[in-house]
Nanobody
């Protein structure tokens, strides 16, 4: 059916940057919302940023200005540019999307498998 595959995670030092990518593949009619969540050890999963189809991006309040979400609808891909990374940004980052499989059908939600981002000196 539909798969979300994330890439771009890794280990970086404080102050460095990373860009995450997430590609949605499969039988997709229309993608509505695309988003990034993260989950740090021992904490609940939290929204990082989301970007609706044709709409404006929104961010968790503390992250706006350092993180930028964007999407390429021709590639069914969402990106997360992360600058000035801090140790507290360490988490597994998950891609999320809400989409239609066929015209006039209901919407479905999908999650990626997650990619680890570690920020440490």
């Amino acid at each position: 059916q539909v798969q979300l595959v994330e890439s771009g995670g890794g280990l970086v030092q404080p102050g460095e940057s990373l860009t995450l990518s997430c590609v949605a593949s499969g039988t997709i009619f229309r993608i509505y919302n695309m988003a990034w969540y993260r989950q740090a050890p021992g904490k609940q999963r939290e929204l990082v940023a989301q970007i609706p189809n044709g709409g404006s991006a929104t961010y968790a309040g503390s992250l706006e200005g350092r993180f930028t979400i964007s999407r390429d609808n021709t590639k069914n891909t969402v990106y997360l540019q992360m600058n000035s990374l801090k140790p507290e940004d360490t988490a597994v980052y998950y891609c999320y999307t809400n989409l239609q499989l066929g015209a006039g059908g209901r919407t479905y939600s999908y999650w990626g498998q997650g990619t680890q981002v570690s920020v440490s000196s």
